[in-house]
């Protein structure tokens, strides 16, 4: 674990002014692990892996392990939790903004950012939560003490209703509306509800411990407070795809190893032609980000249960244990897509069926216990990131909504898009800096 | 109101300091050195001292026994100074309290029920009042001066709608109900203080303890709106109900407030409204729940006013913030009111709820930073 940690740290030198700026903040927040005397290493470590994310990203023989020791850096040209390896839990919020006075919003903001560095690099918030006055509520809420960081992403986007809502410009945004930020089309099949739909803003919270992704998710809202309200979240588990090609490709809950063929992290040309959006694209403020498009899938799981594993595989185009394209041997042996069904999902969604058309997709498991009916309220809340929705997820989505065989056992029931911009580069600057700017 | 055992009464209690979860380190679970050893068991409650100076009294209670305990420090007629729930076996918490010269008891309660193994204390000098500010001295006037006019004026209401039950009148005891709760609802903390009374005035049925007889408001309620009959035990319930305000109001002059106490309490009140009003729990029959909302509002926004001087000269963003957000729940408020009369929560939609409790939240949080402005250091 030493050398590990010896190595992520090295490519992180050049970073010097941030990380002496950086510790000099850290004398404002306790960090959780000091608290504890847990690896002491890592107080320095975090301070020092300030970089870039493809220093974050770094190619790796193995998959990721579990409790890695170093932070992921929250400062960088663009933000983490897009292109950094998957962790292993989510805790998604999308928030309604409750006040029209944009200075409110602003000053949220900013303090959502040095919170958010805060939690990201395993500190506590503000004061912490024991260190303020004994007659105030604690700063930090505390359920993350002596837990280290997990990893832990924190992910702003920016949905459509920011920019104008009910016809209405609250915060003088409508002319910074990304074109490609659209608001999604109905799909064929959607069954949206009202309760899981939209967002002025969201935080995709990314962790590999789920007390550290709800904490951070907590802590976020309760400085909101006057601001904005959460209007829907959701938690994840079980990510189903991998932005670590190396490593084993997750499965869903239907069974299958699904995103295969993901945009690899360390893919810097990928990324930079799907991903990132580029200077010229639209709106300069959005240069360096990415569109997430959120999307809450509900699976039949009792009917698919009993679907025959021949139907099974031929709905996704896949077999089942090794997660071979139909008709070849090995998970990653290049799909012959004319061997599957029409209407084989893989076949449908494959780049080759979209003349190249591919996203990043970062999507968790979840399972809400169960429906009124005693079925299992499960599915995928599928998560990807994109230059440019209008030519990526919508003209995918439509093909697969209209022939995809996996309709059978599938709904969309939530639903959104956010406009993710570039990353925070250093300490001072915050998130939506760009836009409200 | 809540539960009875939930009747928290920080009206009087200053603070209760960082939970002492084990094995977590923390300077503030450790107490000073000068503070009072409570020893709990099973069977005895210790203290290292039973005389001590007023002021800034610091309780580090070790739970030696094998169940889970309680500890309480009571002034006469067991009114709750402060307290401290849940100490589990073998863990320590600590209680802070400002607490004036005078004969008080610690209460140890293993298994937290009844009365507690009780140690009599004394407390000397007048310690609390020796770092106080005026202006927050004229504020605590302020305020029970204000307890009192409620309570008064509580009394012919109440008084009121007592008639209206025993004459067997249902309609004109569904007018006056919510009438006669407003003065009870803007100064709940303080008769929360008093412990004996809040249970028997203001107990919802699933708030009453095993072998407790039902009293008060809630049980009337129940018979005029759910059973549509008033019968002879209500009637009795009527006048004990007259009896019981009556012994609040004549008890107000001796209750304990402080400044900090009045800012928590103030907090206390938005508590009430996010748990049990906007979730339509409060008044579940009668659906009078924003009536209740606006009493609780008043009262905290009263509370506030008085401390605004002192709170606004240590923070004046909060006091801006807490203008804000009162103004704007008050005006929320205000579109529900009709004449007199708010509008029946029932038909107050889900998604007005929302709007009421983002609302509530928006107040609470910075409410909940006013203790903190007001303390004297």
Known sequence: MAAESAENAQPNQEAGTDAATDAADQRGGLSRRAVIGWAGAGVALGAASVGTVAAATRHSEDPVPAKQAVDIPFYGDHQSGIATPVQDRLHFAAFDVITTNRDALVKMLKEWTKAAAAMTAGREVGAGATGGLPEAPPDDTGEALGLPASRLTLTIGFGPTLFEKDGVDRFGLKAKRPDALVDLPQFRGDRLEAGRVGGDLCIQ???????????????????????????????????????????????????????????????????????????????????????????????????????????????????????????????????????????AH????????????????????????????????????????????????????????????????????????????????????????ALFG | MSARRSTAVTLLSIAVAGAALAGCSSKKDSASADAVQVNASDSACELSKTTFPAGHVELAIANKGSKTTEVYVYAAGDKIVTERENIGPGTKATITAEIKAGSYEVACKPGMTGDGIRQKITVTGDGAAAKSDPRLEAAVTAYRTYAQEQADATIPAVQAFADAVKAGDLEKAKALFAPSRVGWERTEPVAESFGDIDPKTDTREDGLEAGQEWTGWHKLEKSIWADSKIDDGDKKLADQLVADLKDWQKRIPAAEITATGMANGAKELLDEVSKNKITGEEDRYSHTDLSDFAANVEGARKAYDLLKPVAAEKDADLAKTLDGEFDSIQALLAKYKQGDVYTSYDKVTEAER????????????????????VVVQ
């Open chain 1, 346 to 433: 893989v076949r449908l969604a494959h780049p080759d069926s979209n003349e190249g058309l591919t996203i990043l997709r970062r999507g968790f498991s979840f399972t809400d216990g169960s429906d009124g009916l005693g079925r299992l309220d499960a599915g995928l809340f599928f998560l990807a990131y994109q230059r440019d929705t209008r030519k990526q997820f919508v003209p995918l989505q439509t093909k697969l909504a209209a022939n995809d065989a996996l309709n059978e056992y599938i709904t969309h029931v939530g639903s959104g898009h956010f406009a993710c911009p570039a990353g925070v580069r250093k300490p001072g600057e915050w998130w939506g800096q």
């Open chain 2, 354 to 373: 929302k709007t009421f409790s983002d609302a509530v939240n928006s107040l609470g949080e910075p409410l909940s930073k006013l203790a903190a402005a």
């Open chain 1, 205 to 343: 919270a990314c962790a590999d411990d789920p007390q550290i992704a709800v904490h951070a998710i907590r802590n976020l809202a309760r400085i909101g407070m006057g601001v904005v309200n959460v209007r829907w979240s959701q938690l994840g588990f079980g990510k189903t795809s991998s932005t670590t090609p190396d490593a084993q490709t997750p499965r869903n809950l239907m069974g299958f190893k699904d995103g295969t063929h993901n945009i690899a992290g360390t893919d810097e040309a990928a990324l930079a032609k799907h991903v990132w959006v580029a200077p010229g694209d639209g709106q300069d403020w959005m240069t360096g980000g990415s569109y997430l498009v959120a999307r809450r899938i509900r699976m039949t799981i009792e009917t698919w249960d009993r679907t025959s594993l021949k139907e099974q595989e031929d709905v996704f185009g896949r077999t089942k244990l090794e997660g071979a394209p139909l008709g070849k041997q090995k998970e990653r042996d290049t799909p012959d897509l004319k061997a599957m069904k029409d209407t």
